[in-house]
Structure formats: C-alpha cells, structure tokens
C-alpha cells in the first residue's frame, strides 16, 4: 500500500485571470493604482475589458494558483471557491481537473447571477501587475457548501484573505477553520495585499488570534497587518502571533522563521522578471507543500523560491496559456 500524500486545501475566490500587456497610461486612464488589486462593479469591469480584451485567459486566483501549483510538487489538492455554471465556469473546472485538483463546490446558476469572476490583469513594461477584479460569482461562496465540500481529511487549510471581501466571506472562513481544526490540519493564511488588510484588519487579525498557525505574504502585506514598514520587524510581529510565518521581499528573497529561529532564504536568480503576476502564490504552493512534507522551514522557502522562479520569467501566473500566448516585452 502506498503512502499517504499530505493534502492541502485552499479556500479562496474562483476567478478566471484576463492577461493583458499594457502601457502605464491605461491604468491610469481606468482610475486604477500601479501594482494594486482593485475590487470594481460591472459596469467598470465591462468598460475596462471592452478596451483591453479578450487578452488571454487562465483560470486563477489567488489561492487558486497555490493549489494549483501542487501539481508541480506532485502533491493532491482542493480548491473551495464558487464559480458559475457558464463558459468560464466550466473552463475553471476543468483546467483544475486536468491539474489533478479537486474543486467539489457546486457551480451557481449562471442564469440568474453575475457569472464567474473575472480579474483583468494589466501587465505594464517593467514587469509589474495591475489587477481589476469583478468577483461575480465568488461572492456566493457560503458557509453550507464549506461544510459539503471539505475534506474529510487535510493536512493544511490554506485561507485567503480576498475571502473576507464577500457578504458572506466571514462565515465562509470560519466554517472552513473549525472542520480543519477538528480534522487535525494546521491552518495558514495569507492576507492577499495591503488593501485587502486596511479592509477587514480587525477581522483578520482576530482570525489570526484564534486559528492561525502559518502565516505567509509579502513585506507590505505582513507590515500592513504589523503596523511595520521594515520586513524583520514585520516578521517578529508575525513570530509573536503564529507558529511558522514567511515573508517575502521581491529579489531580496524571503525571511522564513518557527521556534527553531529565522532563516533567510535567496531568491533563485532569473534571467529577466517579465510579469511577477503570480509569484506569491506559487511561492506560497511551495512553502505549504513543503511544510506539509516536514521539510524544515529552510527547506520550505527554497522550494517555495524555485516555484516563485518559474512564473516570474513569462506571462501569467501558471506555466500555460497566458505564458505561451503573449509575446514577450523585447529586452
């Protein structure tokens, strides 16, 4: 009989990324901040899309995209988030099948609702990424389809914080730490950007207080929720309220620590940085799926670095059709 693989679980929303290569002057013209995620309505969605699309798509999200990038680890994965019942639905669906992922949330009825969520990510010439994010669908993720969907058995749930933007995000979140705690799993979470901190802080910080034992993000996203603009003081922030905490700072790699001490893990040199959209998750996806291996936390961050290496090189947050499809900036 074969040995059990640890099996890690993510809770986030279902989105289906909209990749585009754009100059600075369109995030502007669309109200947008360069490098931020912003949650818009329909009608900004749809006028931002109409001047941009169709770009190329690719399943997504954030959380999305870390268990997806199991696969790369040969590790099995759930993802829990609401899609619709449409085109991009089935889409979503079936990218993660493909992967290996198990997405067991009932689609919603795409008839009467906003149809799956959308993100439209502005790559601009420096690499950098703009997000414009409709939820659609997402936002119906409820506490009921938690509890028929999770796992019997996981060995991380890992949360996103995007969650709590949705009317039901709180309860959502909730459900999923109490059945992971009772099946025994260590719970991370990570707080998505510092927009997502300033929105729901005292919640976030309060989940943090009662069930978080790992918690990994970048140094503006961890010093948003510390109050701290300098990374270590970021990280003994953390230290003081989790287990096990990562936090990343671009080239300058990532600080990674538990009760054995901190430890700084290099960043794994590329040739040029083309679009950072994803890197996060992906070294989120490494560092989750070597923890849940027992690897050290050392150990961890560099396979979560080697992940984060792969994607920062093309287009897209995952190795596929956003990645193939976009012609490269010229050097």
């Given at each position: 009989?074969?040995?059990?693989?640890?099996?890690?679980?993510?809770?986030?929303?279902?989105?289906?990324?909209?990749?585009?290569?754009?100059?600075?002057?369109?995030?502007?013209?669309?109200?947008?901040?360069?490098?931020?995620?912003?949650?818009?309505?329909?009608?900004?969605?749809?006028?931002?899309?109409?001047?941009?699309?169709?770009?190329?798509?690719?399943?997504?999200?954030?959380?999305?995209?870390?268990?997806?990038?199991?696969?790369?680890?040969?590790?099995?994965?759930?993802?829990?988030?609401?899609?619709?019942?449409?085109?991009?639905?089935?889409?979503?669906?079936?990218?993660?099948?493909?992967?290996?992922?198990?997405?067991?949330?009932?689609?919603?009825?795409?008839?009467?609702?906003?149809?799956?969520?959308?993100?439209?990510?502005?790559?601009?010439?420096?690499?950098?990424?703009?997000?414009?994010?409709?939820?659609?669908?997402?936002?119906?993720?409820?506490?009921?389809?938690?509890?028929?969907?999770?796992?019997?058995?996981?060995?991380?749930?890992?949360?996103?914080?995007?969650?709590?933007?949705?009317?039901?995000?709180?309860?959502?979140?909730?459900?999923?730490?109490?059945?992971?705690?009772?099946?025994?799993?260590?719970?991370?979470?990570?707080?998505?950007?510092?927009?997502?901190?300033?929105?729901?802080?005292?919640?976030?910080?309060?989940?943090?207080?009662?069930?978080?034992?790992?918690?990994?993000?970048?140094?503006?996203?961890?010093?948003?929720?510390?109050?701290?603009?300098?990374?270590?003081?970021?990280?003994?922030?953390?230290?003081?309220?989790?287990?096990?905490?990562?936090?990343?700072?671009?080239?300058?790699?990532?600080?990674?620590?538990?009760?054995?001490?901190?430890?700084?893990?290099?960043?794994?040199?590329?040739?040029?940085?083309?679009?950072?959209?994803?890197?996060?998750?992906?070294?989120?996806?490494?560092?989750?799926?070597?923890?849940?291996?027992?690897?050290?936390?050392?150990?961890?961050g560099r396979m979560g670095a080697e992940l984060a290496a792969r994607v920062l090189g093309h287009y897209g947050a995952r190795d596929g059709a956003a990645a193939r499809a976009i012609s490269l900036p010229a050097a």
């Amino acid at each position: 009989m074969s040995e059990r693989k640890p099996h890690i679980v993510g809770v986030g929303n279902a989105l289906v990324d909209v990749v585009v290569s754009v100059e600075p002057e369109v995030i502007a013209r669309h109200g947008l901040t360069h490098g931020g995620m912003h949650l818009v309505e329909a009608d900004a969605a749809h006028a931002l899309f109409e001047e941009v699309g169709p770009g190329v798509r690719q399943s997504g999200g954030s959380v999305a995209n870390s268990i997806a990038h199991l696969a790369d680890l040969g590790l099995p994965g759930t993802y829990l988030g609401k899609t619709a019942g449409d085109d991009l639905g089935r889409t979503f669906a079936e990218e993660m099948g493909a992967m290996g992922i198990t997405a067991p949330v009932p689609a919603a009825d795409a008839a009467d609702g906003p149809g799956t969520g959308r993100c439209v990510v502005l790559v601009t010439p420096d690499g950098e990424r703009t997000m414009s994010t409709h939820l659609g669908a997402a936002q119906a993720l409820a506490p009921s389809d938690i509890q028929a969907a999770m796992p019997e058995a996981c060995d991380i749930l890992f949360v996103e914080g995007y969650v709590w933007d949705a009317p039901q995000g709180a309860a959502v979140i909730e459900t999923a730490a109490q059945q992971a705690r009772a099946a025994g799993a260590r719970i991370a979470l990570t707080p998505s950007d510092a927009g997502c901190v300033e929105r729901n802080r005292d919640v976030m910080l309060n989940f943090i207080s009662q069930h978080a034992d790992i918690l990994i993000g970048n140094h503006v996203e961890i010093g948003a929720l510390a109050g701290q603009t300098e990374t270590s003081a970021a990280l003994d922030w953390a230290l003081c309220q989790v287990g096990i905490a990562a936090v990343t700072e671009h080239d300058k790699g990532s600080l990674v620590a538990d009760e054995s001490g901190r430890q700084h893990v290099e960043a794994v040199p590329i040739a040029k940085v083309v679009d950072t959209t994803g890197a996060g998750d992906a070294y989120a996806s490494g560092f989750l799926g070597g923890l849940a291996q027992g690897k050290t936390v050392a150990e961890a961050g560099r396979m979560g670095a080697e992940l984060a290496a792969r994607v920062l090189g093309h287009y897209g947050a995952r190795d596929g059709a956003a990645a193939r499809a976009i012609s490269l900036p010229a050097a």
